[in-house]
């Protein structure tokens, strides 16, 4: 199985479920963490940019950020509020060391 960036995910497990309260509110939205061994990342037309981070630099970015929906600075880290998907599951990955 391969994700958007191209990266073969070498396991799987179902991390979270939720519903979002914009774009297609009342709609099922599913996250996985995955695990893989690829270094390298496809950036196609579909996506603006995909990058590597560690725990550590990523802690740290969330902690400068906060809870906000602020606009990400070009170049920036940037994960939306805590009440989105994405942020539910990078606190997750998170607290799983």
Request: glycine letters at 0%; hydrophobic letters at 35%; a negative charge.
């Given at each position: 199985m391969?994700?958007?960036a191209g990266v073969r995910c070498d396991w799987s497990t179902l991390r979270s479920i939720g519903s979002q309260?914009?774009?297609f509110?009342?709609?099922l939205m599913v996250g996985y963490i995955?695990?893989?061994e690829d270094e390298e990342l496809d950036v196609d037309e579909e996506l603006e940019d995909a990058r590597w981070f560690d725990?550590?630099?990523v802690r740290?970015?969330?902690a400068k950020q906060g809870d906000s929906d602020a606009p990400a600075e070009p170049g920036g880290f940037h994960v939306l509020s805590s009440v989105s998907?994405?942020?539910t599951i990078i606190?997750?990955?998170l607290s799983e060391e």
């Open positions: 391969e994700e958007e309260p914009w774009l509110p009342r709609s995955v695990s893989t725990r550590e630099y740290a970015e969330l998907l994405a942020r606190e997750r990955w």
